[in-house]
């Protein structure tokens, strides 16, 4: 059982929508991180959110738009995508230094 | 900066057999290395790390590999594979005094275990 809740676990949208992925955690770990991973590929780095302060964008597209409300929780906001954005997205956490915890993933589909 | 080399990217082997998969670093500072697993539709699952000490690790399936600093490389070695280690393999560094999310992951390792 993995202790990353990534929701929702599939995601279908059109190039139009604004949608939202969400992830939670409460194993107390000050940051929290999303993933970008194509298939077959390792996973990219797209943000860090260090003691909820954003402190890596990794020139992520601004149709990309990363928050933190609180220790536990990260959304990943979604508007005007495009196909190619088309991935699954990992939503990991870890203590400052040492290894990361993965979610299970969102799997994004742009029509 | 930091760059991994997973060498071999698919490793096909008969159950009950050992495995080795192979991962070289490179780096100006002293890392933190971790290899992780992926199961199909899965997130990424952390099988062993290494960050001081003891340079042989031992971790989950009864996976282990062993931090070579002056070959700079971090194999990874299953005495006996089954079935279900079928996945995909990821060789991971961050730089010690880094943060861990910005580790560098290989390109990765599909490793098919065949009946």
């Known amino acids: 059982d993995t202790e990353v809740t990534q929701t929702p676990k599939h995601l279908v949208m059109g190039m139009t929508n604004k949608k939202s992925l969400k992830c939670e955690q409460h194993?107390?770990?000050?940051?929290m991180y999303w993933y970008k991973q194509k298939a077959k590929k390792p996973p990219e780095l797209m943000f860090v959110y260090s003691y909820e302060k954003l402190s890596i964008n990794e020139s992520v597209p601004s149709r990309f738009s990363p928050e933190c409300p609180n220790s536990s929780l990260l959304n990943l906001h979604l508007h005007a995508l495009q196909p190619e954005d088309s991935a699954l997205y990992l939503c990991?956490?870890?203590?400052?230094?040492?290894?990361?915890?993965f979610g299970e993933g969102s799997r994004l589909t742009v029509l | 900066a930091q760059s991994v080399t997973q060498l071999d990217s698919q490793v096909p082997v008969f159950e009950e057999a050992p495995v080795e998969l192979r991962c070289n670093y490179s780096s100006s500072v002293s890392v933190y290395l971790f290899w992780y697993v992926q199961y199909p539709n899965q997130g990424l699952q952390l099988l062993l790390k290494?960050?001081?000490?003891?340079?042989l690790v031992k971790g989950i399936n009864g996976f282990e590999a062993e931090f070579n600093k002056s070959q700079t490389s971090f194999h990874l070695r299953k005495p006996s594979v089954h079935i279900s280690d079928t996945a995909e393999y990821f060789c991971a560094v961050s730089e010690a005094t880094a943060n861990a999310g910005k580790s560098t992951f290989g390109d990765g390792t599909t490793l098919t275990v065949k009946p």
């Open positions: 194993m107390g770990h000050r940051a």
């Open positions: 290494y960050l001081s000490g003891s340079t």
């Open positions: 990991a956490s870890s203590q400052i230094f040492g290894e990361l915890f």
